[in-house]
């Protein structure tokens, strides 16, 4: 992943800041929680990817919120260890457990961008393929 990647956070110049997009709900800082699986840069989520992945469904058994996250983080941290240098964007598969059925396959995007407009230092954006 680059960290020099000067692009805004949607690719685009515009006025929204990850600032106003946490604050309104569109992303999640799980930072701390990333740092602890070793990921030494802010990680981000988008509201789908935790309202999909990360938030347990009603009436699933066996999931919790913590164990849903940490899956996606570490198996980001397993991404980014086998990427290649200069990568700033990886495709994450995970096996993900929504009903009380199987598991199923599915696909997330990490993009490497700035922490914000006026904050150049890189942070991880974990979304959904759709949203890039």
């Known amino acids: 992943m680059n960290p020099n990647n000067e692009e805004s956070l949607s690719g685009e110049n515009?006025?929204?800041?990850?600032?106003?997009?946490?604050?309104?709900?569109?992303?999640?800082?799980?930072?701390?929680?990333?740092?602890?699986?070793?990921?030494?840069?802010?990680?981000?989520?988008?509201?789908?990817?935790?309202?999909q992945f990360v938030t347990v469904p009603p009436g699933v058994d066996g999931q919790n919120k913590s164990g849903r996250l940490w899956d996606i983080l570490w198996t980001l941290r397993a991404a980014i260890l086998s990427s290649r240098a200069g990568c700033n964007r990886l495709s994450i598969e995970l096996n993900v457990r929504n009903d009380n059925?199987?598991?199923?396959?599915?696909?997330?995007?990490?993009?490497?961008?700035?922490?914000?407009?006026?904050?150049q230092r890189p942070a991880i954006t974990v979304m959904l393929p759709q949203e890039e």
Request: no cysteine; glycine share 4%; aromatic share 10%.
């Open 101 to 119: 059925q199987a598991s199923r396959l599915v696909e997330l995007v990490a993009t490497l961008d700035p922490l914000d407009r006026n904050d």
């Open 14 to 51: 515009n006025t929204y800041t990850r600032a106003q997009a946490v604050a309104d709900g569109f992303q999640f800082n799980v930072s701390k929680t990333a740092k602890k699986a070793g990921i030494r840069f802010p990680v981000f989520l988008t509201r789908a990817v935790y309202d």
